[in-house]
């Protein structure tokens, strides 16, 4: 049987809207049919519509400040996804054209099993410090020396998160340098992984990480529990 590739190989390989709305209409025989699956992509052509599909998957009634939606879809019983960015589109700029800024956000909501979710944990508490979890557990990203790990103050569910100095890739950008902080969002009495990837500059790429002063970056603590204060992942 042929192994399914997972939706995070097209974070670290530039994601395309075009695949996503192909893998969409695929999925759609089964689960939402091709005309759910036109419906969706008509949805993700103007920003009205990309806003109200992002704000859908992130159960949110708001974009965070500072940020627009790009792309948000959702597959049942697959995974959902939101991408957002610290620049607006270009009027007639397709999604897969988009250069991000400085920031950007990517969240996906996927299944996981006992084992997956047990080995993240892990990672994310401190038991391993080793990103090569991330990999086996399909979430490709370059990601350097770590930084920072902590937890972060949400109403409705626990917030791990691990920052390192690294790269992301989404869409049609160039490699976005700098701090990586992977968002790991446990929600009570569901068993689906949702992560999110929050990517912003490194305010010293030469000092150490001991000595590096994460205030107002995305390895703030205060600063992610603020950025993620008006998502409602659990809903």
């Not at 995070?8 to 089964?30: D, E, P, R, S």
């Not at 959902?80 to 999604?95: F, N, R, T, Y």
């Not at 937890?151 to 976005?176: C, F, K, Q």
Request: charged content about 30%.
């Amino acid at each position: 049987m042929r192994e399914k590739t997972s939706p995070w190989v097209w974070v670290g390989c530039g994601c395309a809207v075009a695949v996503f709305v192909t893998a969409l209409a695929i999925v759609g025989f089964g689960f939402l049919g091709v005309r759910k699956a036109r419906e969706v992509a008509a949805e993700l052509e103007t920003p009205e519509g990309r806003e109200r599909a992002v704000l859908r998957t992130l159960g949110s009634d708001r974009v965070p400040e500072g940020y627009y939606a790009v792309v948000g879809l959702q597959i049942p019983f697959v995974m959902d996804m939101a991408i957002l960015s610290d620049q607006p589109l270009i009027e007639g700029e397709e999604p897969d054209q988009h250069e991000f800024g400085e920031r950007g956000f990517i969240y996906f909501k996927m299944i996981t099993f006992g084992r997956q979710q047990q080995e993240l944990r892990d990672f994310f508490e401190g038991r391993t410090d080793d990103p090569g979890v991330l990999r086996e557990n399909n979430i490709d990203l370059r990601v350097r020396e770590l930084v920072a790990r902590g937890e972060a103050e949400h109403p409705d569910a626990e917030v791990l998160w691990v920052v390192h100095r690294g790269e992301v890739r989404a869409l049609g950008s160039t490699d976005n340098e700098g701090l990586v902080s992977m968002i790991l969002i446990d929600c009570p009495d569901d068993e689906r992984m949702r992560m999110g990837i929050w990517f912003g500059p490194d305010p010293a790429p030469g000092i150490s990480p001991q000595e590096l002063d994460l205030s107002g970056t995305v390895g703030d603590a205060e600063e992610v529990t603020r950025f993620l204060a008006p998502l409602r992942p659990c809903a």
